[in-house]
């Protein structure tokens, strides 16, 4: 079968490759919706999880199961699923702690595109189908669905992980789709006045919608004086990163009252050392006694989460398509939107391909 692959750290090409196999609890699914993650541009082009050669990139999908094993019970070929970025195997010791996504290992739930093919294959593999996957509802778009899958699900853990309370304070750092889906996510959980922090027009029109209050540019000097100004100097009662370097955090904790809590969704893809550190301001920390508290996560899988988001969606609670800008049809197109992934033009937030 055909894939687009990553074949070292800078290079992506089309790879042939054998059709995976499905084991006793395990599906293979053909997509039908796909889409490029920033997370791949990391991958592939800051060689951020290290090399990786002729690896099937991808892990946004939806699909129509093609093959199930013997002892998978709620699914059978022809159903079309909404398949988790984040597959963990959920008979593990970090699962029964209670962070299914770190399975294995730091992010290790996320299996694809990472150490195992991705999704944009003519297959691809499921482990525990009945654990992982999720039914397209009824009526719900393709678009919707690979929406759902990565960036939903990680913008609203931003959100919950920002622990935000009726009316407080939000400053979400990055508004493409993760950022976007973590202020639709601050409004859900409650959230008052919410700053978004981006520049891109389309993405500022897509934030108002899912309800910024105040729209910040980086480019326009220091982004935690604007916030500090605008808010008589308190700062904001929660922050989600979702975007920019590691020098971000400096204006998080910058911004951030003492008492808050620091939501990093943002993925620090840069260097490729293990001495490699990230900055945390030692006075805007409190000299580390504020209460200042950085809270990280890697986006929730399974198939709960995945029926709980769409039931966001399919009840009107978001409309995640509002981020898709650009929609292409056919598996050859992957390539393209991939690129246009990494360039960013001004006029993107999401590409999707439909199959
Ligand atoms: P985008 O590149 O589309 O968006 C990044 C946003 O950050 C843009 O709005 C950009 O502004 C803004 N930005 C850039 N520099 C700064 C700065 N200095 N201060 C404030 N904002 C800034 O990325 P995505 O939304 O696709 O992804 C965001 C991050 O989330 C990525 O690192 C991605 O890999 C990661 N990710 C993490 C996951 C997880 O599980 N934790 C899952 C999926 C993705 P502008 O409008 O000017 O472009
Ligand atoms: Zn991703």
Redo the contacts with the bound molecule.
Sequence with gaps: MKGYAMLKIGETGWIEKDRPKCGPRDAIVRPTALAP???DV?TVWEGALGDRHNMILGHEAVGIIDEVGSEVQDFKPGDEVLVP?ITPDWDTEACQRGFPSQTGGACGGWKYSNFKDGVFGEFFHVNMADNNLAILPEGMSREAGVMIV??LS?GF?GAENAAIELGATVAV????????SAIAGARLEGAGRIFA????PI?VEVAKKYGATDIVS??NGD?AEQILEATGGAGVDAVIV????P??LL?AFKMAKAGSKIAN???F?KGQGDKDTVPIPRIDWGFGMADKDLIT???PGGKTRMERLADLVTYGRVDPTLMVTHTFKGFDKIEEALFLMKE?PRDL??PVVLL
């Design positions: 993650c920033t997370s990391h970025a990565d960036m990680t853990m750092l990055g508004i493409g789709a993760v950022g976007l922090v981006g520049t891109r993405s980086y480019k982004t979702a975007g920019g370097g020098e971000i204006d969704i943002n993925y893809g996560g890697l986006c960013k937030i999401k």
